[in-house]
């Protein structure tokens, strides 16, 4: 009987380390995906500024299309201000807090009130993630990306960004 437990600890034992050996593969297939998304999220954010720079309307709402669908969002799951940059982002156009506040029940969150986005927004300033561009309005810090624009070659006609995103985009 004692040679059968031995036995059973021993098999047990393997499948333990083989386990552990997986889950430590995995964590690392895991980091190196991360790092490919953040690189990813870096050329969108510089694709946006392009796009906004050169004023390319359309280029703008098939990055921001292409971002919405590729990457569903959990509203409801959000930080207060990840959720109004987001809603920023997907936008594309100068908002007030009333606006953002009215989306962002529209994604289905609760409590997120135009003081309390007025709260978000006077935070993601101090970041250097948002910007007031006129009474009430915000809208993407413009600097947020431009990395990205010079890092991927994004050029300075419009036509160059609608290339890159096709390229970017498939």
Not at 113 to 139: C, D, P, T
Not at 154 to 159: E, F, H, K, L
Request: aromatic fraction near 4%.
């Amino acid at each position: 009987m004692t040679v059968e437990l031995i036995e059973i600890v021993r098999q047990a034992k393997a499948r333990r380390e083989a386990s552990v050996s997986r889950i430590s593969e995995l964590s690392d297939l895991l980091d190196h995906e991360q790092d490919e998304m953040n690189e990813i999220d870096e050329m969108f954010d510089g694709l946006r500024i392009a796009a906004r720079q050169f004023g390319d309307k359309e280029a703008l709402a098939e990055i921001e299309r292409t971002v919405t669908a590729a990457m569903p969002i959990d509203w409801a799951h959000l930080a207060r201000t990840d959720a109004v940059l987001a809603v920023l982002n997907e936008v594309g156009t100068p908002m007030s807090p009333d606006q953002i506040a009215s989306a962002l029940t529209n994604k289905g969150r609760e409590g997120d009130s135009a003081k309390y986005v007025s709260a978000a927004l006077s935070g993601l300033r101090q970041a250097g993630r948002v910007e007031n561009v006129g009474h009430a309005l915000w809208q993407v810090a413009s600097q947020r990306g431009m990395g990205a624009i010079f890092k991927y070659g994004v050029m300075t006609t419009s036509d160059r960004v609608r290339d890159v995103a096709a390229q970017i985009l498939g």
